[in-house]
């Protein structure tokens, strides 16, 4: 993300003390393996929570009555909007082998598939941020991660597999791996419906990626039928798309679900408005997005520019997401942690990292729980949001002037798609 650092840069001579005394600390020689060890401890206790509490702070039911239902040739769906199975009926399909082993062996398979996915991810993005004469960032980038990353790790999230999913996606553009890429936006598409906006962002900006997404998405989509009959599958896809339309819609945004979006932090600020400007607020936001997704592939070297991709996707669903919850904001701190780790290293732009990592850290409070929770959790994560938008677009503005026109430099020429 950062530009080149010259000879004149290396830390040894420019870093503050403070920022020596942290590369010291964080960015050794065994860092890397550090920060190995560190996912690898995550996981352990993850499996010995299961195994202790089983059942317990867990959504796994949530997906594997899907599962179960599949089986059956049940209905997938029912009138509990928020309380059922709401995801695809391929993700229904995939999810049977976790379902089909004994619940705490599925569980923790779950969450360590979910942990493997996620950590790898932030290994390639600390590597791919490297610049000569820096410390490694994979240890720094993961610890400020955890924050905002516990509560989905706990719960096995299907957030913290999404959140992978999108950096591997951008960092397979930014390397010129189109089918990788489009496999990583293919699956995101399908385990989540949100997946759709980083897709089409890229898409947008590489029509090359176009046919391999519907390609692969068309595959993942259609492994239900491999194993149920072919009218018990398309019922289930129409039921699927009335799901995420009508009924969703109805209890969207009502008193009793105050999400985590920009319209619920107002909310729970005491700020009470009406649900239907928003539709044409998300609209702007979408377009906006676009635009500044468009302007940093040119204006920045692809290398850079695709990890705009992460940030620019993830805080877009963080305020438009009208169904966004306060775990979805897994998706959004790889993004803020990579801009605070990098930024800090590059003279004129620390007081953008220090920033970048205050927000980090500042998911902490809600993390606490308690009174704190119920006084900071509502609103904190879109404020974090806010201000993270708003860096990134002083950030956009000094990055543009240090490399004037360079789309395509690095990676793919977007012409090419």
Not at 84 to 113: I, L
Not at 256 to 264: E, I, P, T
Not at 324 to 342: D, F, K, M, Q
Request: aromatic residues 10%; contains cysteine; hydrophobic residues 55%.
């Amino acid at each position: 993300m950062m530009p080149e650092a010259r000879p004149a840069d290396t830390p040894e001579l420019t870093q503050p003390p403070l920022v020596r005394r942290l590369d010291t600390l964080l960015g050794g020689p065994g860092s890397d393996r550090a920060g190995g060890v560190l996912w690898a401890v995550i996981a352990l206790v993850l499996a010995v929570i299961i195994t202790a509490a089983p059942g317990k702070r867990t959504v796994f039911e949530a997906y594997a009555v899907g599962s179960q239902r599949f089986e059956a040739r049940e209905a997938l769906y029912d009138s509990d909007v928020f309380g059922g199975f709401v995801y695809s009926p391929a993700f229904a399909a995939m999810f049977v082998p976790f379902e089909a082993v004994p619940r705490a062996v599925g569980e923790s398979v779950w969450r360590w598939t979910n942990v493997a996915v996620f950590a790898l991810a932030l290994f390639r993005l600390a590597r791919h941020v490297l610049r000569p004469g820096w410390p490694r960032l994979f240890l720094a980038v993961s610890l400020l991660c955890l924050p905002a990353s516990l509560a989905a790790l706990r719960n096995g999230q299907l957030n913290t597999m999404l959140a992978g999913c999108l950096i591997h996606a951008a960092l397979d553009i930014a390397s010129g791996r189109r089918w990788a890429a489009s496999a990583w936006l293919s699956l995101a598409i399908v385990l989540k419906p949100i997946g759709v906006v980083p897709a089409m962002l890229a898409c947008a900006t590489f029509p090359g990626l176009i046919p391999r997404v519907a390609l692969l998405t068309g595959v993942l989509l259609a492994l239900p039928f491999l194993t149920a009959p072919a009218d018990y599958v398309v019922e289930q896809y129409r039921l699927f798309a009335h799901y995420l339309t009508d009924r969703a819609a109805d209890r969207i945004g009502t008193p009793d679900n105050r999400f985590a979006d920009l319209r619920g932090g107002l909310l729970a600020m005491g700020v009470e408005t009406p649900a239907e400007p928003w539709k044409f607020v998300r609209a702007g936001l979408a377009l906006g997005t676009l635009a500044w997704w468009w302007l940093a592939v040119r204006r920045l070297p692809l290398r850079e520019a695709a990890l705009w991709l992460v940030a620019l996707s993830a805080a877009y669903l963080m305020l438009c997401n009208p169904a966004n919850e306060r775990n979805s904001y897994i998706l959004l701190v790889p993004a803020i942690a990579c801009w605070g780790v990098t930024r800090l290293h590059e003279p004129g732009f620390r007081a953008i990292g220090a920033t970048c990592i205050g927000l980090c850290l500042l998911f902490a409070l809600p993390a606490i729980g308690g009174p704190v929770y119920r006084a900071t959790a509502g609103w904190i994560p879109p404020l974090i949001t806010v201000l993270f938008v708003g860096v990134l677009a002083v950030d956009f503005a000094l990055a543009c002037r240090r490399a004037p026109h360079a789309g395509g430099r690095g990676g793919v020429n977007p012409a090419a798609g």
